[in-house]
């Protein structure tokens, strides 16, 4: 199917998704790659040792990262 100007398919020329907010996105890929922040045995929370819940803390980051990232880069219309 052949799209034209007019249809909603085509991308806007004005459109970049170059924003220096994507950067922000590295956070949670590197955090999780540092051995030296989770390679200890205590503290310990609720038994669990640190490995274990840092784990948790990860994806939190990782999804307020993202969430901070959508919002600041989303289109305003």
Do not use: H
Not at 19 to 38: A, C, D, E, K, Y
């Amino acid at each position: 199917m052949l799209t034209t100007p007019d249809t909603p398919d085509t991308p806007d020329k004005d459109r970049s998704d170059r924003s220096p907010w994507n950067w922000l996105l590295i956070l949670p890929i590197i955090l999780p790659l540092l051995p030296f922040l989770f390679n200890f045995d205590e503290p310990r929370i609720f038994g669990f040792p640190r490995f274990y819940w840092l784990q948790f803390l990860f994806i939190g980051v990782g999804v307020t990262c993202t969430t901070i990232v959508y919002q600041m880069t989303k289109r305003r219309r």
